[in-house]
């Protein structure tokens, strides 16, 4: 009889042990508007643990074993995160913080600790500082642009005196024939610069005529590469893309790799025929557009494009043809004026 009885007293005993097939959540920071991805949340005690999406979110398909259990989230940068589980037969998980304080699954939130935060005010301040910068120069350019239009207009009025001048003088009636003064092209001088980087792109030095973004090109070449950074000290390259975009271009781009790409003020295309001095050109590790962009670069000429990056070492020019680009490349983007 007990022999009879076994394998159902097991199938029992299972179910009293196990009663969750499956539990989801979501880790945010302490505004509940910023997803953390890539922590790992992990159930104290037995071997199932997950790593968060780019959505901050987490599912759990192994049956959780029934009880209390401490559930713990960890990433580099936070402070570790804790919370308690009660798993029972037939309800659902409940989910309660150390005070005793009821979770909302949709929103388990981790905190950075000191060092994460005083590097991200530091970071703050320092794209503050580039900034102010790019605003100091877009208004130095339209008071230029000002004051040259000032000098056209007072030489203008000067000839047109002249003009008045010698009428009188020969006794016109009519308005004389007026004076075209042709201008005198100016001779056609190849700079250091655009020698420099003809050679290095493989393009006539004519063709590099965009004297801001080459003299950014070889303000910030060799510059390491830093997550998070953008100063002299350590830049990434979204922080990169950012200030060309604006330094050299007069266009105001996102923050990160991914919010560039996802912009919609970013037009995608594939073909690298189609790529233009300052458009944006996006990687990921695998190549696969249905997955987060990690990298993002600034189209030059010729297949080059430059970019801050680990591989690199820093800010540096790379070419499309080359092994790791080719595999890593998603696609290009065309910025429009936001």
């Given at each position: ?313 820093g800010v540096a020019i790379s070419n499309l043809d080359e092994p790791l680009w080719k595999k890593m490349y998603v696609a290009s983007g065309k910025r429009s004026k936001n």
């Amino acid at each position: 009889m007990l022999k009879t009885l076994a394998p159902f007293l097991i199938l029992l005993i299972s179910f009293q042990t196990y009663s969750q097939s499956s539990f989801k959540g979501v880790v945010t920071e302490n505004d509940e508007t910023m997803f953390v991805n890539d922590a790992i949340v992990e159930i104290e005690g037995t071997a199932i643990a997950q790593t968060t999406d780019s959505n901050g979110s987490f599912t759990f398909t192994e049956k959780i074993p029934d009880g209390e259990h401490v559930v713990t989230i960890t990433k580099e940068g936070y402070v570790t995160g804790y919370f308690l589980i009660d798993v029972a037969l037939g309800k659902s998980i409940a989910m309660t913080n150390s005070s005793g304080k009821k979770i909302n699954s949709n929103s388990i939130i981790i905190n950075p600790n000191k060092k994460e935060r005083k590097r991200r005010e530091k970071a703050s301040k320092e794209q503050e500082k580039i900034e102010k910068k790019i605003r100091k120069e877009r208004e130095k350019t339209i008071a230029n642009a000002q004051k040259e239009k000032e000098k056209r207009d007072k030489l203008l009025e000067k000839n047109k005196k002249k003009l008045l001048k010698q009428k009188k003088k020969n006794g016109y009636d009519d308005e004389p024939e007026p004076v075209i003064v042709e201008d005198v092209p100016e001779e056609n001088i190849i700079t250091p610069l655009q020698k420099k980087y003809s050679e290095i792109l493989n393009v006539s030095p004519e063709s590099i005529t965009n004297t801001k973004l080459y003299e950014l090109v070889e303000e910030w070449n060799g510059v390491p590469y830093l997550l998070g950074g953008s100063t002299k000290k350590g830049i990434d390259c979204s922080a990169i893309t950012l200030m060309f975009s604006a330094s050299a271009f007069n266009i105001y781009i996102e923050r990160t790799a991914d919010t560039q790409y996802l912009s919609e003020n970013t037009e995608h295309f594939r073909r690298k025929e189609y790529l233009q001095e300052g458009n944006l050109i996006f990687f990921n590790e695998t190549g696969d557009e249905t997955k987060d962009i990690t990298h993002v670069g600034m189209y030059l000429a010729n297949n080059y494009f430059v970019h801050s990056s680990k591989s690199t070492k820093g800010v540096a020019i790379s070419n499309l043809d080359e092994p790791l680009w080719k595999k890593m490349y998603v696609a290009s983007g065309k910025r429009s004026k936001n």
